[in-house]
Nanobody, 124 residues
Framework: QVQLVESGGGPVQAGGSLKLSCRAS?????MGWFRQAPGREREGVAT?????????EYANSVKDRFTISQGNSKNTVYLEMSSLKAEDAAMYYC???????????????????WGQGTQITVSS
């Protein structure tokens, strides 16, 4: 069974930067980051397909501020966040979409494996 472990969360000041890491127990081509704030539904933040031509997708709210990437270890995916805002505060989850294709790996993909989450707090 695929396991995902996130790290890198914590407190940050508004305008600051943070980098999250997600290590999978095995290589999965389609990975994503999602977040959920108290009282709000979980939302997709960014996804990455790392096989072949590759593909990334970002939520409009984080475009130009967040970057998803694959690490030197194929099993690791990062989420680099900059210009953080109060509304970015949430629990961030790494997820994997098994048996994804290039076209199905996106924010609306069927991510069925989830990590435990890492909390981000943003202070003004």
């Amino acid at each position: 069974q695929v396991q995902l472990v996130e790290s890198g969360g914590g407190p940050v000041q508004a305008g600051g930067s943070l980098k999250l890491s997600c290590r999978a127990s095995e290589y999965i081509a389609c990975m994503g980051w999602f977040r959920q704030a108290p009282g709000r539904e979980r939302e997709g933040v960014a996804t990455i397909f790392t096989s072949g031509a590759g593909r990334t997708e970002y939520a409009n709210s984080v475009k130009d501020r967040f970057t998803i990437s694959q690490g030197n270890s194929k099993n690791t995916v990062y989420l680099e966040m900059s210009s953080l805002k109060a509304e970015d505060a949430a629990m961030y989850y790494c997820a994997a979409f098994l048996a994804s294709t290039w076209s199905t790996c996106g924010l609306r993909g069927r991510f069925g494996v989830w990590g435990q989450g890492t909390q981000i707090t943003v202070s003004s």
